[in-house]
């Protein structure tokens, strides 16, 4: 590590050269430790920490900066907000004991070291099953002498300014930093351990997405309409754009009919979600049943989440069949979604409510390989040559990978979508046959060529980055509100 980093700071412990037995450094090397750590954080020199300081400490090693509130709210006597250097030594060397334990519990063979297998089978015991590969990758993220063990040394530098209370604590932070994607990425649930299971949590996550979604699709929601218009428009259409089709729309009905069908579609989150998340984790007791103490690798967990997927989508489909509909509709169309079902139902019976599922359901598949695919790939590269010391590349890391991954999966299935929409919307649509899936393909190539293919992705790609940005920051407060950050 570079000489301003933490390593510098904390240099003066070694293992002893006798035995297995670590041994601390006197007491005035500690201080001076902790004074380099503390002048570092003060960056207006003015002998105190505040959290704004320690924010900006806190994400320049690559750390979550909500740690800084906890750090000062536990340490702050005088409650100004602001940390003077005895209360701020006095919170490192409490926490070096905590760190202490952590790592004596780790290295079960007693020998100074902690390597993959140890923090496997630790991780087991916490309800957390791991493979080898990603203890390996958790290891490397705390090993800075290449060495593939994490001595003492490293693994107080890695924690110090983490406000870990225990082992419990460092397992979930360990799960989600390298096991699960962050963000806006639905397509593959998230695992639980059982304990997790046990006591609530995944319910509580479930509801942080749901709500995540729910303001990202509604702040969304006009770029979302505006693409549906896009996608149903024939060749003889083409001169409508971005700033015609909205201000069409808002001519037609007012502001609020930018709106139109965003109800539904916030409606059909908690319910799909559910349902993904019930038989994924389902199809995953299948797979690991006979082969306990594993996690499904990446091609398992891709397979798992598509069937998931098939599943949900073919559970609620009717309201994506309802949201289209909604979205088109004219002033006065439908009274509201029980009156649009009705007259589905009563015109055109009730197989209406499925069309356009199977271009719908073989979408599910490029887009989940080719969004999660591109997302690791991307994080990892990341990882590896900006951030090799850290486990979480930050946020805007992550809101670019996860804005990047999934413009390559829409780009790769957005024809399918296409097709879907325009088939879920023909019978609406003037002087337009009902096709089939091979004929909708038929009917736009033969007269709209490739380009047809990909009517509408303009709005659909500008809604990705605010979209994903929305769900990620609505996603971590929810996650405190509801008692489940880390």
Known sequence: MGETGLGSCFGLLRSHPEGNELYVDPEGGRERRYAQLFNQLDLNKDNRVDITELRTGLAARGLHQNEAEEIVQENDMSQDGLLEFNRFSQYLQAHEKRL?????????????????????????????????????????????????????????????????????????????????DIGDHLTVPDEFSERERCSGMVWRQLIAGAMAGAVSRTGTAPLDRLKVFLQVQSATSRRINLWSGLRGMVQEGGIPALWRGNGINVLKI???????????????????????????????????GSIAGVAAQTLIYPMEVLKTRLTLRK??????????????????????????????????????????????TLKTAWLQRYSAGSADPGVLVLLGCGAVSSTCGQLASYPLALVRTRMQAQTILEGQQRLSMVGQFKHIMSHEGIPGLYRGIAPNFLKVIPAVSISYVVYEHMKKVLGVAY
């Open 270 to 304: 908690a319910p799909e979600s559910a349902i993904k998340f019930t038989v994924y984790e389902q199809i995953k007791w299948l797979i690991c049943r006979r082969r306990e103490g594993r996690t499904l690798k990446i091609e398992e967990r891709l397979m798992a």
């Open 331 to 376: 002033t006065g169309q439908y009274s509201g979604m029980a009156d649009c079902a009705r007259q589905i139902l009563r015109k055109e019976g009730p197989q209406a409510f499925y069309r356009g599922y199977l271009p719908n359901t073989l979408g599910i598949i490029p887009y989940a390989g080719i969004d999660l695919a591109v997302y690791e």
């Open 100 to 180: 202490r334990l952590m790592f004596h519990s780790l290295d079960h063979n007693k020998d100074g070291h902690i390597d993959a297998e140890e923090i496997r089978e630790s991780l087991h015991s916490l309800g957390a099953d791991v493979s080898i590969e990603h203890a390996t990758r958790i290891l490397q993220s705390m090993d800075r002498d290449g060495s593939m063990t994490v001595d003492w040394n490293e693994w107080r530098d890695h924690f110090l300014l983490n406000h870990f209370q225990n082992m419990e604590e460092v397992a979930q932070f360990w799960k989600r930093s390298h096991i699960f």
